[in-house]
């Protein structure tokens, strides 16, 4: 089924997305990422469906879309609520159609593919503000899954700071660091703004600058958002 994925930035949402994808019976097959807010919208068309050789200035060659590289497999469409209007509507084809054509050509390719999407935008206010298609938005929202933010789920704050002290020693080299109840404590006294991914950088900056075991004045002193 397709999944409409919500929530603040750095909550997982591509976390949530690849988790899915790998338990799904199509977890053999491509998992394709498309971020809409990075690509241009001039642009956003070619990189989705492809274009041919020619179709305008810059075309020097062939190009296969996203979709059609995710043929079979599962395309997660990051920050779909940036996409400009036209391509929602060429995307909403390929959902009705299961079949898109190449910028420059009329030949139409039949695909099979599952669309994962995820926005931290509020889909809702996009339609009153035109900003987003109603039709698309209900094609997409086939099961929705709303992330919450890291300051409505503190009891995750002690799994996640010992999964990222590890990872993150292991990427420095060096023997692992814990960070003492106390220390646990003190991080979830922060609003985390930048949610989960902001706790990972914390995370890391206790570890480079402090010792093998992190206590609550090393977290007051180091990880504050004031710090610097």
Not at 17 to 33: D, G, I, K, Q
Not at 219 to 227: D, E, G, R, T
């Amino acid at each position: 089924a397709r999944v409409l994925i919500t929530g603040e930035n750095g909550t997982g949402k591509e976390v949530v997305a690849r988790t899915l994808y790998e338990l799904s019976h199509r977890s053999a097959a491509p998992f394709v990422e498309v971020n809409c807010a990075a690509i241009p919208s001039e642009l956003i068309e070619s990189e989705l469906f492809g274009h041919e050789k020619g179709a305008f200035t810059s075309a020097i060659k062939q190009r296969i879309g996203k979709f059609e590289q995710a043929d079979g497999g599962t395309i997660f469409l990051d920050e779909v609520g940036d996409m400009s209007l036209s391509a929602q509507t060429k995307v909403l084809r390929v959902l009705q159609e299961k079949e898109l054509t190449r910028v420059g050509s009329d030949k139409n390719i039949k695909v099979d593919v599952r669309v994962f999407a995820a926005t931290n935008k509020d889909l809702k206010k996009e339609i009153a503000n035109g900003n987003f298609r109603e039709d698309l938005y209900h094609r997409l929202n086939v099961i929705p899954i709303h992330v919450p933010p890291l300051r409505e789920r503190l009891e995750d704050i002690p799994l996640l700071v010992n999964h990222f002290a590890q990872i993150i020693c292991e990427e420095q080299g060096i023997p692992l660091k814990t960070f003492d109840s106390k220390a646990i404590e003190e991080l979830k006294k922060f609003t985390w703004s930048g949610n989960i991914r902001e706790l990972r950088n914390v995370v890391e900056r206790v570890i480079i600058l402090c010792g093998k075991s992190i206590t609550s004045e090393d977290v007051k002193m180091y990880a504050s958002p004031n710090f610097l």
